[in-house]
C-alpha cells in the first residue's frame, strides 16, 4: 500500500467537498435539525492553537450529529469592526476595510486547510453595510420601544483605546481588551435599557440546564437582584431629602454618617451648602482617575448634616470612593460597629461607632473591628433583646408605617452604555436638531454607512467628528439643517444577534421568521468562560428584545453552551497583542490538518485549560498512520470461515472484539453526546485498534477485522475526516463518510454473558459452541447448523431430535 500521503489526501478532500457543496444546508422539514455555532473570530490576521481547538471541538460536533442523520447547520463569520482594525489603520496608514479584508483571506485559508465543514455560503463580516444595516434597524426598533436613551453620566474612559467602556468590559479597574487603567469622565452617552429585562435574564437561568453552573452563577452575581429598603434622610437647615438604599434596617440605629459617591449628581446639587466646596469639588476631580483605590479616602461636607429618621440624631456627611454610584442610590448609610469598610473609615475618619447588634456567643471588641454576624439587638430602643435577622423585617415594617421607607428591589446590573467614540464600528442612526431634539433616521435611508474617506490621524479621538460631510444632514422631521451622531455602536451589539443573520442571508429583510424559527435555538454553542457576563449575556438580552419585537418564538438563544478551556503558553492565553501565538501552519505543513486535529483534541479535556505542548504530537500522526496500514492488512485477511482444529478459540476471540466494538461504538457515542469528552473517546478508539491489530486469527477471520475496521473508521471520521474519507473510499464506498450513518451499539451484546455448550449426536461429543445465555433455541439451532465441524457429522443424515437443556448441553438423535 502507499505511504499516508496527507497533502494529497487533505486537499483531495476539501476540494471535493466545496466542488460538491456537501456542508450547505437547507431547511429540511422531515429531517431534525441541529444547529452547531462556534463563537465567531475576530479577523486578527493569524489563527493560534487556541481558535484551532475551539474550531476543532465545534467541527467534531457538527460531524457526528451529521452522520447521526441530523439536518446540520454549521456556519462561521467575521466580529470585523473594533478598535484593532482602526489601531492597525492608524499605525500603518491603511483604511480597515483592506486590513479586514486580507486578513479574513488568509484566517479562511488557514480554516479550510483544517478540514472544518462549514456552510461558507452563509458566511457573515460584521463590517459589512448589508449586516450593520440591520443593527442600526434594531436600534431604532429599540428607540421606539423606549429601550434607548442618551444621559449625561460617569463613565469608564480607557485612554489607550480613547473610548468608554461598559462595566462588563472593565477587570480589574483596566480596560479588557488592553489593560491600561480606567478613568471615570462624564459624557453623554447612548445606552440600552437592559434592566428591563433584568428579572427575565435571571429568570431564564431555569431554561439552561445545558450551560455550565459556573457561566449561571456569574451571571446571577452580575445581575445581583437585592430585596432592601430605600429610606429617607432629611438634610438639616435644608428643605432637601436624601435616599439611601439597605439590605440592613436592623442596623438603622447605628448609622453614625452617611457617604455619598463622588460621582452622585447630588453633590452638585446642594454645593452651595457645603461651606469647604471648593475641597471637595478637588476631592472629586482627583478621584476620578483612582476609582478602585484600597486605601479608602474621603472628606466631610462641612455645613450640612443628615437627621436619622428614627433617632432623630444629626449625623454628619463624607463623600468617598468606597461608594460607588451605581449601586443602590450612590448614597449609604454608614454603621461602622457592624460593616468593615465603614468601620476602616471611621476609625481614619475619628467618627463615632455605635453598636446595636450584641454576639449571643462571642464577646466583640467593635474597637478592633466590626461585628458583621447575626446576633441581638442593643441600643435600638423597644426592639433591644430582638434577633438581628427577625429584626430586619419586623423594622421594616415600621419604618414604612412611620413614612420614611419603602421595601424596594434593586439590581447590581445597569443599564448597557453601547456609543464608543470611533470610526470603525456601526454608526449611530441618530440625528440631533435643535427643533425636533433628537430624532431617529427614517428605516428607508438605512443603512447610514460609514464614510470611506477619512483621515487616520491618532490622537483625535472620535475620527468621524472630523468629517463635515457625515455631520451635516438635514433634520429628517422639519428639514432644517441638523447635525447627525458620531458615536459608533459596541461591537459586543454586532454579536448579540448574528447567529440570526446565519439562519438567513437576506438584503431585503433582517432575515426570515420561518426559517429562523426552524433553526434556533442554537443546539450547540462554544466559546470562553470570559463572555459569561459580556456576549453572553447582551446576546439574551437581545434575543429576548427580537422575541418582544414578534421576530422569534423561543425565549433563550442558546440550549447548551461549552465553555472551552483555554490553550495557554507558558501559563498565558494565547493572543495575538501578547505575541505569544503558535500557529497552526507549521504543524499543518509537518504533520497536516487531521494530525493536528487529533492531537488539540486528545491532549486534554475540552473544558480544561491546555498549556501548549509538543508532547503527543508524534504520537497521534503515528496512530493515524496505524489506522492507514490497519487498511492492507484487515484486506489481506480471508473473508471465509475455514475449519480448524481451533474453532472453538477462534469464536471466543471474535466474541471478544465483536463485543470491543460495540462497547467502543457506545462509550465514544456517549462521551461526544453527553459529555463532549472527546479526549476520552479518541482514547477508546485507540484500545480498540490495539485489540484488533492483537486479532490474531487472520485466516479464519469471515469477515469480522473489516466489520470491526470499518467501525474505526467511521468512529474516527468526525476527528480526522480526511483520512477516514480516503480509506472509506478505498473500501468500496460511494457516499462520503462525512454524511453516511453512524455506527450503533447493541446493548444485549454488551450486557451478554456466553456459555459453552458441548454438542452431543447420538450419545458421543462431537463438538462446542459458545452461545449467549439468553439465546433462545431456534437461535441455538441456527449456530449449530452454521458450524462445520458439526455439519460434516450431520452430512446425509435426518435429524429426530433436537434436544437443548438451557445453558449446558445440545443432544442431537440423527439417522
Known amino acids: 500500500m502507499k505511504k499516508y500521503n496527507y497533502f494529497d489526501i487533505e486537499k483531495k478532500w476539501q476540494n471535493k467537498w466545496k466542488k ?78 483592506k486590513w479586514i479584508k486580507q486578513n479574513i483571506f488568509r484566517m479562511k485559508k488557514q480554516l479550510q486547510n483544517l478540514g472544518f465543514s462549514y456552510d461558507w455560503s452563509r458566511e457573515i463580516k460584521t463590517c459589512d453595510p448589508k449586516y450593520y444595516k440591520w443593527n442600526q434597524w434594531f436600534f431604532i426598533k429599540m428607540w421606539d420601544r423606549g429601550l434607548v436613551f442618551k444621559k449625561n453620566a460617569y463613565v469608564n474612559w480607557c485612554k489607550s483605546c480613547k473610548t468608554v467602556l461598559a462595566n462588563e468590559q472593565i477587570s480589574d479597574n483596566t480596560c479588557w481588551r488592553c489593560n491600561t487603567n480606567i478613568s471615570r469622565k462624564k459624557l453623554n452617552q447612548w445606552f440600552l435599557k437592559i434592566t428591563d429585562y433584568a428579572d427575565e435574564l435571571l429568570n431564564g437561568h431555569k431554561q439552561l440546564s445545558g450551560w455550565p453552573k459556573q457561566v449561571i452563577s456569574m451571571q446571577k452575581k452580575w445581575i445581583n437582584k437585592t430585596y432592601g429598603m430605600e429610606i429617607s434622610f432629611t438634610l438639616s437647615k435644608i428643605n432637601k431629602k436624601i435616599k439611601i438604599f439597605t439590605t440592613r434596617p436592623d442596623t438603622l440605629f447605628g448609622v453614625t454618617f452617611l457617604v455619598i459617591s463622588p460621582e452622585h449628581d447630588f453633590i452638585d446639587e446642594i454645593k452651595s451648602y457645603i461651606e469647604n466646596y471648593s ?66 473609615f471611621a476609625k481614619k475618619f475619628n467618627i463615632p461607632i455605635k453598636e446595636v447588634i450584641k454576639s449571643e456567643t462571642n464577646f466583640v471588641d467593635i474597637s478592633k473591628c466590626a461585628y458583621e454576624d447575626v446576633g441581638i439587638l442593643i441600643n435600638s430602643w423597644q426592639f433591644n433583646g430582638i434577633k438581628s435577622d427577625e429584626a430586619v423585617n419586623i423594622i421594616s415594617r415600621w419604618v414604612e408605617k412611620k413614612g ?39 428605516e428607508k435611508k438605512l443603512p447610514v454607512l460609514l464614510p470611506e474617506k477619512i483621515n487616520f490621524v491618532d490622537g483625535y479621538g472620535s475620527l468621524l467628528q472630523q468629517n463635515q460631510n457625515f455631520i451635516n444632514v438635514k433634520c429628517p422631521k422639519c428639514g432644517i439643517d441638523a447635525k447627525r451622531e458620531t458615536d459608533t455602536m459596541d461591537t459586543f451589539i454586532d454579536s448579540s444577534w448574528y447567529y440570526l443573520r446565519y439562519c438567513d442571508i437576506n438584503d431585503n429583510i433582517v432575515f426570515d421568521i420561518n426559517k429562523v424559527n426552524y433553526w434556533m435555538p442554537v443546539d450547540q454553542y462554544i466559546g470562553g468562560i470570559e463572555h459569561a457576563c459580556m456576549h453572553l449575556l447582551y446576546s439574551r438580552f437581545w434575543y429576548k428584545v427580537i422575541r418582544d419585537l414578534g421576530l422569534v418564538k423561543h425565549d433563550e438563544p442558546f440550549t447548551n453552551l461549552l465553555t472551552q478551556g483555554m490553550v495557554t503558553l507558558n501559563g498565558t492565553a494565547m493572543s495575538k497583542s501578547k505575541k505569544n501565538i503558535i500557529s497552526p501552519d507549521e504543524m499543518l505543513k509537518k504533520y497536516g490538518a487531521d494530525t493536528t486535529r487529533l492531537f488539540i483534541l486528545f491532549a486534554a479535556p475540552p473544558k480544561k485549560q491546555f498549556n501548549w505542548t509538543y508532547c503527543g504530537l508524534m504520537g497521534c500522526w503515528r496512530f493515524i498512520n496505524r489506522i492507514w496500514q490497519l487498511l492492507d492488512i484487515v484486506n489481506n485477511r480471508s473473508k471465509k470461515y475455514v475449519s480448524t482444529n ?37 482514547s477508546c478508539i485507540m484500545k480498540l485498534v490495539n485489540i484488533l491489530y492483537s486479532y490474531r486469527y487472520h485466516s479464519n477471520d469471515d469477515g469480522m477485522s473489516l466489520k470491526v475496521y470499518e467501525s474505526v473508521i467511521l468512529l474516527m471520521a468526525p476527528f480526522t475526516p480526511h483520512v477516514c474519507e480516503e480509506i472509506w473510499e478505498k473500501l468500496g464506498h460511494k457516499k462520503y463518510i462525512s454524511t453516511y450513518t453512524w455506527p450503533t451499539f447493541d446493548e444485549n451484546i454488551i450486557n451478554e454473558s456466553f456459555v459453552e455448550l458441548p454438542i452431543q449426536i447420538n450419545g458421543k461429543l462431537r463438538g462446542k459452541i459458545t452461545v449467549s445465555k439468553n439465546a433462545k433455541e431456534c437461535d441455538i439451532k441456527s449456530v449449530v447448523g452454521m458450524d462445520n465441524k458439526i455439519s460434516i457429522q450431520l452430512q446425509n443424515k435426518k435429524i429426530l431430535k433436537f434436544i437443548y437443556i ?7 438423535i440423527a439417522k
Open 20 to 97: 460538491e457543496k456537501v456542508f450547505e444546508s437547507n431547511e429540511l422539514l422531515d429531517k431534525k435539525k441541529y444547529y452547531c455555532l462556534v463563537m465567531l473570530p475576530y479577523p486578527s490576521g493569524d489563527l493560534h492553537m487556541g481558535h484551532v481547538r475551539n474550531y476543532t471541538i465545534g467541527d467534531v460536533v457538527a460531524r457526528f450529529y451529521r452522520m447521526q442523520q441530523k439536518n446540520v447547520l454549521h456556519p462561521m463569520g467575521w466580529d470585523a469592526f473594533g478598535l484593532p482594525a482602526e489601531n492597525a489603520a492608524i499605525n500603518n496608514k491603511i483604511h480597515p476595510v
Open 279 to 344: 475641597e471637595v469639588e478637588m476631592y472629586i476631580h482627583s478621584n476620578r482617575n483612582n476609582i478602585l483605590n484600597k486605601d479608602k479616602t474621603g472628606i466631610k461636607l462641612n455645613g450640612i448634616s443628615a437627621i436619622n429618621p428614627l433617632t432623630n440624631e444629626n449625623i454628619p456627611i463624607y463623600t468617598s470612593d468606597y461608594v460607588s454610584v451605581e449601586h443602590g442610590t450612590g448614597i449609604i448609610m454608614a454603621v461602622p460597629a457592624h460593616d468593615q469598610r465603614d468601620w476602616e
Open 404 to 442: 420614611v421607607g419603602k421595601k424596594v428591589v434593586k439590581f447590581k446590573l445597569k443599564d448597557w452604555l453601547v456609543s464608543r467614540q470611533r470610526y470603525w464600528g456601526t454608526p449611530i442612526p441618530m440625528i440631533h436638531c435643535k427643533k425636533c431634539g433628537i430624532v431617529a433616521v427614517s
Open 646 to 682: 481451533n474453532d472453538d478459540i477462534i469464536k471466543k476471540e471474535k466474541i471478544k472484539l465483536l463485543i470491543a466494538m460495540h462497547k467502543t461504538i457506545k462509550k465514544v457515542t456517549e462521551d461526544i453526546k453527553k459529555e463532549l469528552q472527546l479526549n476520552t473517546a479518541i
Open 806 to 812: 438451557k445453558n449446558k448441553i445440545i443432544s442431537i
